[in-house]
């Protein structure tokens, strides 16, 4: 049977990934043994505009390597609505992931009030460092489960970074992919919130380049007027 649950607790940090153009949320929570990282990508259209549809949810059971993957309901911008709907198979990877398996002993597991827990500890506000750090963490997990956030997600190696036409913006799925690459995150971070005050974009590869592109496009980047 099915598990309705609303995680109203994502509203604030929704709100500001929209109003900053950051259309991703990254962020872990632990109870207990278990570590839940929740995951949501928005999509962004040819022109780097957010694309109002189908939102989903990615919970990364971190401890036992294993994905819940939901469809968001509700009107998530203005009523603050994010429900879920979690089958049985789903509670039992939060109870294994919890290291409860089928145990009896001890007070019994009531799925919604673990739920609500956690919807009671999500943070408001996400820095964009943050969504670095987990994303890198489980990029492996991310890639294999969420490819259709990220554009041509078998290109992995950074190649450049160029100028978009006038009027565009650089899409949230090519930018996502500097989250993994293992370059501090205060500096992924830096070259994404100039990237996006120039309106430039990153361009990938998948053939392993000669040298590592990064600090060649940082200082490129670094040194654009912002009017360019």
């Known amino acids: 049977m099915a598990t309705e649950f609303n995680f109203t607790g994502l509203h604030p940090a929704f709100l500001e990934a929209v109003k900053r153009h950051e259309p991703s949320i990254a962020f872990t929570l632990t109870d207990g043994v278990g570590k839940f990282a929740f995951l949501l990508f928005m999509k962004t259209d040819s022109s780097g505009k957010i694309v109002w549809g189908q939102l989903e949810l990615f919970i990364l059971l971190a401890r036992s390597q294993r994905m819940i993957r939901c ?3 509700g009107n998530h911008k203005n009523a603050g609505d994010f429900k ?7 509670e039992q990877k939060v109870r294994d992931e919890l290291g409860l398996g089928e145990s009896t002993a001890g007070p019994a597991f009531v799925l919604r009030e673990l739920l609500a827990k956690l919807n009671s500890i999500i943070p408001a506000s996400i820095p964009l460092e943050m969504k670095i750090a987990v994303v890198r963490e489980h ?3 991310i890639r294999t489960h969420c490819p259709e956030y990220f554009d041509d997600a078998s290109k992995v190696y950074l190649l450049r970074a160029g100028p ?3 009027g565009k913006r650089p899409r949230e799925e090519t930018l996502r992919k500097l989250y993994m690459l293992d370059v501090p995150r205060e500096d992924i971070a830096a070259l994404i919130r100039n990237l996006k005050c120039i309106r430039w974009t990153t361009y990938w590869t998948a053939s392993v380049p000669a040298t590592d592109k990064f600090a060649e496009i940082f200082a490129k980047v670094a040194g654009v007027p912002v009017n360019a």
Request: aromatic share 0%.
């Open 71 to 73: 469809k968001l309901l």
């Open 139 to 141: 990029r492996v997990n």
């Open 164 to 166: 978009l036409a006038a």
């Open 84 to 90: 879920v709907r979690l089958t049985d198979d789903d």
